[in-house]
């Protein structure tokens, strides 16, 4: 989901927004941003980010976990992998991608509620709130063009065969 939504978000910003942008380079980083979590499992964000110092030694733990995966590879394999494990220095990939990844956390929130779980407002709505303070115009134009989508039911959605 991450992947599709940061691909949509490269779209958006290269055709929308006429900014420069490769969605095939923003996908592929996206289907890997979480690889370290192989290693390192999935930290909860509100724990992740409640104190500076666990952030810092969580960030230094992943990098350890993306070098001991790169080296998991075949050397001759590395080179091409590397800059999709590794942290990346493409501040603009990075940046759709981390916006793909609230998005896709905050359609999982949606989704929770339309089928009735409450425990889910609280983090809809700090989620949608992060989405907005990042002021991306594509995450805005996914937002305002897309979301309302992932909150229709199937039978609501109105699907037409010919």
């Given amino acids: 989901m991450v992947a599709v939504i940061a691909h949509a978000l490269a779209v958006i910003k290269?055709?929308?927004?006429g900014r420069d942008a490769d969605p095939g380079t923003v996908a592929a980083a996206a289907l890997f941003h979480d690889a370290s979590?192989?290693?390192?499992?999935?930290?909860p964000t509100p724990i992740k980010y409640y104190d500076p110092d666990i952030m810092i030694a969580y960030k230094r733990v992943e990098v350890v976990a993306s070098k001991k995966?790169?080296?998991?590879?075949?050397p001759e394999m590395r080179k091409s992998y590397e800059p999709l494990i590794s942290p990346n220095d493409d501040i603009a990939t990075h940046d759709l991608v981390k916006?793909?990844?609230s998005l896709a956390a905050y359609i999982?929130?949606?989704?929770e509620l339309k089928t009735g779980n409450m425990e889910f407002r609280f983090?809809?709505?700090?989620?949608r709130n992060k989405l907005t303070a990042l002021e991306m115009p594509e995450v805005d134009y996914f937002i305002e063009n897309f979301i309302s989508s992932f909150e229709l039911t199937l039978d609501e959605l109105d699907f037409k065969f010919n």
């Avoid at 979590?37 to 930290?43: H, R, S, Y």
């Avoid at 995966?69 to 075949?74: A, G, I, T, W």
């Fill in 108 to 111: 999982k929130c949606l989704e």
């Fill in 14 to 17: 290269r055709d929308v927004f």
């Fill in 69 to 74: 995966l790169l080296e998991s590879l075949p």
């Fill in 99 to 101: 916006a793909a990844d």
């Fill in 37 to 43: 979590e192989i290693f390192t499992g999935d930290m």
């Fill in 123 to 127: 983090a809809a709505e700090q989620t």
